[in-house]
């Protein structure tokens, strides 16, 4: 009974202590690198180089040092900002999400690196947050402020009917975040507009080559790529990495990313990009929106082949060709052009 008793008081003093930690660790379905490293007070990067590791990805299973090889038990990582999570609701947008938890978008994007696109979040998602302020000069483990001036300028840009901001600085070499602080102006990436002139950083490169090829072979690269996943089935809430299953704008985003055009994540958002024009005026490469509960809110999204002939991702065939002039025809609200 004694033995017990003192095993039982030396568990606890383990547990409790703030210098005892387990030198591995094996990864648990939702983990991510953050949470493992803040709950074993070490640094993200302190785990990346004790394990090798060349990006952010981790998997159920996985075992990982805590500590540096050949070094004692693990210390405690210097003391570092608060941060919590948020779960991404239904109409969220990260710039929304930045200015409600009193930070900038750029802020925002440092602490999720995984996140390359603003424009591809998902309902359920989480993301870490600053818990206060996003920089409060009494914490000395913060990172450096970013500059107020921006990065020196190698030119500008004008922004083109179906343009992103994501998508300019993909075609231009540079980071979502670069851009942003090169343009201090811009509050919310998800609102820019035809004609407005923004600055490129100094490490900007050109545009790639054929960028400035025709629409009707533009077009043909989207229906190309779209026919790629014929067959595929329908999810609904598909993430945007998925080639196997797809919702009705999981499929155009991938269809779309793959040809270097970048789109929002849900078919109502993607009904405000590009330029709009007549259902009747449609044609190759252009995405028509349905609103199929005729409740006035857009729900579907389809690519246009032809006037007749539509690709999308339905609910009851998965990815598969439809005839327009059908049940969607009278469903059709809206059609945008974005090449």
């Given at each position: 009974m004694k033995k017990k008793v003192i095993a039982g008081a030396l568990i606890t003093s383990f547990m409790f202590s703030g210098h005892a930690y387990a030198s591995d660790y094996t990864v648990k379905s939702g983990d991510s690198l953050w949470k493992i490293a803040s709950n074993h007070q070490v640094t993200v990067n302190n785990i990346k180089t004790w394990n090798n590791l060349k990006n952010d990805l981790i998997f159920p299973g996985q075992r990982l040092s805590?500590?540096?090889?050949?070094?004692?038990?693990?210390?405690?990582?210097?003391?570092?900002?608060?941060?919590?999570?948020y779960t991404i609701k239904a109409g969220d947008s990260l710039?929304?999400?930045?200015?409600?938890?009193?930070?900038?978008?750029?802020?925002?994007?440092?602490?999720?690196?995984?996140?390359?696109?603003?424009?591809r979040i998902f309902i359920g998602q989480k993301v870490n947050v600053a818990a206060g302020a996003p920089s409060a000069p009494s914490q000395p483990s913060q990172p450096a402020p970013i500059p107020s001036n921006p990065a020196p300028a190698s030119g500008t840009y004008t922004i083109k009917s179906g343009d992103n901001l994501s998508s300019?600085?993909?075609?231009?070499?540079?980071?979502?975040?670069?851009?942003?602080?090169?343009?201090?102006?811009?509050?919310?990436a998800n609102r820019i507009s035809i004609g407005q002139v923004i600055t490129i950083p100094g490490n900007a490169t050109s545009a790639p080559v054929g960028d400035n090829?025709?629409?009707?072979?533009?077009?043909?690269?989207?229906?190309?790529?779209?026919?790629?996943?014929?067959?595929?089935?329908?999810?609904?809430?598909a993430s945007t990495n998925r080639t196997d299953a797809f919702d009705c704008s999981s499929y155009t985003v991938r269809v779309f990313a793959?040809?270097?055009?970048?789109?929002p994540r849900t078919s109502a958002q993607q009904g405000n990009v590009?330029?709009?024009i007549p259902l009747s005026e449609i044609r190759k490469g252009d995405l028509v929106f349905f609103d199929t509960e005729g409740d006035g809110v857009?729900?579907?999204?389809?690519?246009?082949?032809?006037?007749?002939?539509?690709?999308?991702?339905?609910?009851?065939?998965?990815?598969?060709f439809a005839s327009y002039n059908t049940y969607w025809k009278p469903r059709a609200v809206k059609a945008v052009r974005v090449l």
């Open positions: 805590l500590k540096a090889a050949g070094s004692g038990t693990t210390q405690p990582a210097p003391s570092q900002p608060t941060t919590s999570t710039s929304v999400i930045a200015r409600n938890h009193q930070t900038t978008l750029a802020n925002l994007l440092k602490l999720n690196p995984s996140i390359t696109d603003v424009n300019v600085a993909s075609r231009h070499g540079v980071t979502l975040s670069a851009l942003l602080n090169a343009n201090p102006a811009i509050k919310d090829s025709s629409w009707q072979e533009k077009a043909d690269a989207i229906i190309k790529t779209g026919e790629k996943y014929l067959g595929a089935k329908y999810l609904y809430g793959e040809n270097g055009i970048n789109l590009g330029k709009e857009i729900n579907h999204v389809s690519i246009v082949m032809d006037s007749n002939t539509l690709l999308h991702a339905a609910t009851n065939t998965g990815v598969a």
